[in-house]
């Protein structure tokens, strides 16, 4: 009797604790200025149907206007939230897609990136080459 009560415990604690918890995902949604003057609409407004969910913010200036979606412990991805409904103004709602010019998940991007480091810094290369390419990423930080 102790072990119908003590087996499927200890294999409940055990898959807890070795269960992957969802990250934090930050998605960069950009705009093209152009695009949102023809719709009347702004980054401004289009971010107000992700603020009561989200943790947003939204930059507009010289450039392309652009809102950072901050999604908290989340398996979504970039077509997920490229799929939702936002109000473009007071009577029309579209998908995002729809509206952006590209939504970027940014947490996909950071892993991408830390591969390709990972893959250059493995790569046996000549003593002058070497030299070269120090100087190139002493240029570039």
Same mark, same amino acid.
């Given at each position: 009797m102790k072990h119908l009560i003590f087996v499927p415990l200890l294999t409940l604690l055990v898959s807890v604790g070795f269960c992957k918890n969802p990250e934090d995902k930050t998605f960069v949604v950009i705009f093209s200025k152009k +695009?949102? *003057? %023809?719709? !009347?609409s702004s980054a401004e407004y289009i971010e107000l149907s992700f603020i009561e969910d989200y943790k947003t913010k939204t930059y507009t200036g010289n450039?392309?206007?652009? /809102?950072? /979606? @901050?999604?908290? @412990?989340c398996d979504f991805d970039k077509c997920h939230i490229a799929q &939702?409904?936002?109000q473009i103004n007071n009577t029309t709602w579209k998908p995002l897609q729809e509206v952006a010019f590209r939504v970027i998940d940014l947490s996909e991007s950071k892993e991408n990136f830390q591969e390709l480091l990972v893959s250059f810094n493995s790569q046996p290369v000549? !003593? +002058? %080459?070497? *030299? *070269? !390419?120090? *100087? /190139?990423? &002493?240029? /570039?930080?």
């Open positions: +695009e949102l *003057k %023809e719709l !009347k450039s392309d206007a652009v /809102i950072f /979606i @901050n999604v908290a @412990n &939702q409904l936002v000549d !003593k +002058e %080459e070497d *030299k *070269k !390419k120090g *100087k /190139i990423t &002493q240029s /570039i930080l």
